[in-house]
């Protein structure tokens, strides 16, 4: 692990950076669990849940390895527990996003299971459309609603050895995916255009594995309209394993 960038600025809201070198910082492991964190690097490990939240018709499945508030009415008491203090949050910074650049420094790797995944002589593959991506998800609310984009035209690579890598939160529609929702939870995430979510994200930040592809243990009529994990189990072999390593994450405001 190298020393960590000094990239704060005496202007305020024009860089945010979590270090992890006082703990999380506000940010949460998968769907609301302490991250661990060893020699001030952050550890999003599996198995992850399963976030059904936006099958289709939505855009499908995830896996989320960490996220962070953005907002002090977003960050409940819960969460205070789970991600101690949140320096975006009591720092201020902004949520508007437009134009930003989010680098971070990781490591890690992901790999798919199988079926003798343990035996030294096995190597599973990733079946053709399989292979989810690590990607950025944010989220806003907008209009009484939660519309979610991830970030798929710009993914970042899991890579054995630390890397940095960025990618700028632009508001050309063609690099993000608008997640949308399954059909109990429409309302909830309905649309709205990439620029005014980018606007004001107010709810999170997310890091995510998607897409992700599975089949039932069950016999399901419908795996998409019942609750994958909820409402039946599923086949774990067909779900990514593996860990990725945080260094640091940064946001540069234009």
Known sequence: MTEAPNFLTTTPNMTYLETFENGPGGWVADTGIPLPIWDNVAYCHGPWTLDANHAPPGAGYL???MYLVTSGESYSDNLAEVGATNRFVDEQCSTDLRGATITIRSRGQIQPTGPLCNNSGFRPEWQLGERPEMVLLVQSRY???GPNY???GQP???TKDWTEQSVTLTDDESQW???GAR????EKYSYAPIAEVLRNVNVDLIFVLFPLSFEPHDDVPD???AWAMKEYTVDAQRLPKGVVMFDWVRIDYP
């Open 63 to 65: 896996h989320l390895l």
């Open 143 to 145: 209009a009484n609603a």
């Open 150 to 152: 991830v970030l798929t």
């Open 156 to 158: 970042f690579n899991v």
């Open 177 to 179: 995916t608008f997640l």
């Open 183 to 186: 059909n109990e939870l429409q």
């Open 223 to 225: 795996k998409h309209a």
